[in-house]
């Protein structure tokens, strides 16, 4: 079952010369023309969309983390909320920046990769714990600061908070997938 997108893209007749300029500065900060995804709904909220995708911008390309990891703490991120559209965007993004299909598999069916190497496996901990207990142990805590440093930890929950955001806006909105993508993720048992 595909549920109703609530949220649609807005013509460019209807939309306010605010949404005209954010859909343009958008275009002009990511160089594309494909205004797509969680961007369609904060499109009712032109400032709010400015802001979000400035941290994005820095958050996908600019972290303290190598884009392996940032991706693998992406991809728990959509795990977790089990956002379609954002799972299938970067589980591709995810295995081109060298993380394991063996490590994405396990993720998707919201498992613990059994061939993590150390890096992996300290993110991959700290996403966890802060996702499903809303913080994170000394031990886990520590074991980050000591790979990534303090910037890298707090880039890393800058992304999961980042991704958490885009993934409720897709729920929220019941965002369709893009034409071509299947939808990878299992819901959780409820």
């Avoid at 306010?16 to 909220?45: C, H, I, N």
């Avoid at 911008?57 to 089990?82: F, K, V």
């Avoid at 303090?150 to 991704?163: A, Q």
């Amino acid at each position: 079952m595909n549920p109703t997108d609530r949220m649609p893209p807005i013509t460019n007749t209807n939309m306010t010369a605010e949404q005209r300029q954010a859909v343009a500065d958008y275009a002009s900060m990511r160089k594309t023309d494909v205004f797509e995804g969680p961007f369609v709904p904060l499109l009712r909220s032109p400032q709010l969309l400015d802001r979000v995708q400035r941290v994005g911008e820095y958050l996908r390309y600019r972290n303290a983390l190598p884009r392996r990891l940032s991706e693998m703490a992406i991809l728990t991120a959509a795990r977790h909320w089990s956002q379609q559209f954002e799972w299938n965007i970067h589980a591709a993004d995810a295995a081109t920046a060298g993380l394991a299909d063996a490590v994405i598999d396990a993720i998707a069916e919201g498992r613990r990769p059994s061939t993590l190497v150390e890096d992996e496996a300290a993110v991959y901990d700290f996403c966890l714990e802060l996702l499903h207990n809303q913080s994170v142990s000394d031990t886990t805590y520590d074991h980050a600061v000591a790979l990534f440093g303090e910037p890298g930890v707090i880039d890393l929950v800058g992304i999961l908070g980042y991704y958490s955001l885009l993934a409720m806006v897709m729920n929220t909105a019941r965002t369709p997938i893009r034409d071509g993508m299947t939808r990878s993720l299992a819901p959780f048992p409820g």
